[in-house]
């Protein structure tokens, strides 16, 4: 079981940016960040493996940034030049169910673990 507590949401403006942290209870093989807008699916934001092996979504590349800190057992997501279509909720997942891979992706099914949510709201 891993226990995954995200931080560091809140209210920007259009172009600011925001830091996202998750701590893990423990070391998972894979980590990941998603969103889910009001009324809409959640989506894979960008995934991180054991070993700093990094995936992103092109709907945000080149603006986010996935990173972890192991001696913190931390996440983060730095995003940079937030759009209001960025506002959302974002959640933290850890352990994928896929095993033996040196990626990790965010696809959500493949996840075991999910942190409550932090809420990102980007205003124009």
């Known amino acids: 079981q891993v226990q995954l507590v995200e931080s560091g949401g809140g209210s920007v403006q259009a172009g600011g940016s925001l830091r996202l942290s998750c701590v893990a209870s423990?070391?998972?093989?894979?980590m990941a960040w998603f969103r889910q807008a009001p009324g809409q699916e959640r989506k894979g934001v960008a995934a991180?493996?054991?070993?700093?092996?990094?995936r992103v979504a092109d709907a945000v590349k080149g603006r986010v940034s996935i990173s972890k800190d192991n001696a913190k057992n931390t996440l983060y997501l730095q995003m940079n030049s937030l759009k209001p279509e960025d506002s959302a909720i974002y959640y933290c997942?850890?352990?994928?169910?896929?095993?033996?891979?040196?990626?990790?992706?965010?696809?959500?099914?493949?996840?075991?673990?999910w942190g409550q949510g932090t809420q990102v709201t980007v205003s124009s």
């Open positions: 423990g070391i998972p093989n894979c």
């Open positions: 997942a850890a352990e994928s169910y896929v095993l033996g891979s040196p990626t990790c992706y965010p696809v959500a099914a493949e996840y075991k673990f």
């Open positions: 991180i493996s054991s070993s700093g092996n990094t």
